[in-house]
């Protein structure tokens, strides 16, 4: 569908001579991209254009922003920038009055506008199965779950949203972005289809996850998310602790996952107690500031084979 869309709006537009040479630039215009797992894809989607300077706001080994304050840093670089792009979905929590009164002109581009097949928070972060969609007022985190990037289908949506958007505050650069969203999204759903396929072949699809940042790849690949180990703010309780292994136990989990950013000792002690394995997932939040434009997909494949390590295939 997207791709009958974008071949068809560029037909047209080439055809009544909207879209000027490749080569021309949008002089002097300084965007701004809050998370790195959006920095790297309106990186592939502004790719080539010229007079454009990308930047990472946060730093890229930042991970996720949740209670994130703005630094003096920060409003410098805001100050300076013409257009900020934002994951959305609630992950900058410090926009609003910070960022106008750093730069009350600047554009705020939602990578995640018109997406609606977003899931909220699991209702229970440390005591067991949640079904993607639940919500509890009562955990660390409660409204939509803003990880979409960690998903490929989502990237891929998040990539054209992020051209459609940009080629109207720059229409001179619409069909570079078009031509760069859309191949930038045909290599990501193929991503996706090899990850869904995988998820079938999967022996065991009952996992444990942190804080709920695999829920969109869970929901991807057809897992089961038995437990959610809480990892912002204090550790789970020796009680907490030893009601998820239980029910780890009676679920059946094949494994449980930690991701970078965060300590593995509390995953490492609740697989030893409910004899399972542990493995490190990488979710794409970080990264090093030179990362390659296929970071994504190197990531992700790195996944796959620890899933199909550690779950075992049919």
Same mark, same amino acid.
């Not at 792009?85 to 106008?100: D, Q, R, T």
């Not at 180990?229 to 239980?246: D, N, W």
């Given at each position: 569908?997207?791709?009958?869309?974008?071949?068809?709006?560029?037909?047209?537009?080439?055809?009544?001579? *909207?879209?000027?040479? @490749?080569?021309?630039?949008?002089?002097?215009?300084?965007?701004?991209?809050?998370?790195?797992?959006?920095?790297?894809?309106?990186?592939? @989607?502004? %790719?080539?254009?010229?007079?454009?300077?990308?930047?990472?706001?946060?730093?890229?080994?930042?991970?996720?922003? !949740?209670?994130?304050?703005?630094?003096?840093?920060?409003?410098?670089?805001?100050?300076?920038?013409?257009?900020?792009?934002?994951?959305? !979905?609630?992950?900058?929590?410090?926009?609003?009055?910070? @960022?106008?009164?750093?730069?009350?002109? #600047?554009?705020?581009?939602?990578?995640?506008?018109?997406?609606?097949?977003?899931?909220?928070?699991?209702?229970?972060?440390? !005591?067991?199965?949640?079904?993607?969609?639940?919500?509890?007022?009562?955990?660390?985190?409660?409204?939509?779950?803003?990880?979409?990037?960690?998903?490929?289908?989502?990237?891929?949506?998040?990539?054209?949203?992020?051209?459609?958007?940009?080629?109207?505050?720059?229409?001179?650069?619409?069909?570079?972005?078009?031509?760069?969203?859309?191949?930038?999204?045909?290599?990501?759903?193929?991503?996706?289809?090899?990850? /869904?396929?995988?998820?079938?072949?999967?022996?065991?699809?009952?996992?444990?996850?942190?804080?709920?940042?695999?829920?969109?790849?869970?929901?991807?690949?057809?897992?089961?998310?038995?437990?959610?180990?809480?990892?912002?703010?204090?550790?789970?309780?020796? /009680?907490?602790?030893?009601?998820? #292994?239980?029910?780890?136990?009676?679920?059946?989990?094949?494994?449980?996952?930690?991701?970078?950013?965060?300590?593995?000792?509390?995953?490492?002690?609740?697989?030893?107690?409910?004899?399972?394995? @542990? /493995? *490190?997932?990488?979710?794409?939040?970080?990264?090093?500031?030179?990362?390659?434009?296929?970071?994504?997909?190197?990531?992700? %494949?790195?996944?796959?084979?620890?899933?199909?390590?550690? *779950?075992?295939?049919?």
């Amino acid at each position: 569908m997207y791709k009958k869309w974008v071949l068809l709006t560029l037909t047209i537009c080439s055809a009544l001579g *909207l879209f000027p040479p @490749v080569g021309s630039t949008w002089a002097g215009q300084t965007v701004l991209v809050s998370t790195f797992p959006i920095y790297q894809i309106v990186r592939n @989607v502004t %790719r080539e254009r010229e007079g454009m300077r990308v930047d990472l706001m946060l730093p890229s080994q930042m991970g996720c922003t !949740h209670n994130y304050t703005l630094t003096p840093q920060d409003m410098h670089k805001l100050a300076k920038a013409d257009l900020l792009v934002i994951n959305g !979905h609630g992950m900058e929590e410090f926009l609003g009055a910070p @960022v106008k009164k750093a730069n009350p002109e #600047i554009r705020v581009l939602d990578s995640s506008t018109g997406i609606q097949e977003v899931l909220q928070y699991p209702g229970d972060q440390v !005591h067991g199965h949640t079904e993607p969609g639940r919500h509890d007022e009562g955990h660390e985190h409660h409204g939509v779950n803003p990880h979409l990037f960690v998903s490929p289908r989502m990237t891929a949506r998040i990539a054209l949203n992020i051209a459609a958007e940009l080629s109207k505050i720059d229409p001179d650069g619409a069909a570079i972005y078009f031509k760069n969203a859309q191949l930038y999204a045909e290599t990501i759903n193929k991503l996706a289809e090899d990850m /869904a396929a995988l998820g079938r072949r999967l022996k065991n699809k009952r996992i444990v996850q942190p804080h709920g940042i695999f829920d969109y790849l869970a929901r991807d690949m057809g897992l089961e998310i038995v437990g959610v180990v809480r990892t912002h703010g204090q550790e789970p309780s020796v /009680a907490e602790m030893m009601q998820l #292994i239980k029910i780890m136990k009676e679920k059946g989990a094949g494994a449980i996952f930690t991701e970078p950013q965060y300590p593995e000792k509390t995953g490492a002690t609740l697989a030893q107690e409910a004899g399972i394995p @542990v /493995a *490190l997932l990488d979710p794409a939040a970080i990264g090093p500031e030179d990362a390659p434009l296929t970071h994504y997909e190197m990531v992700m %494949r790195r996944n796959m084979k620890i899933f199909e390590s550690v *779950l075992g295939t049919k």
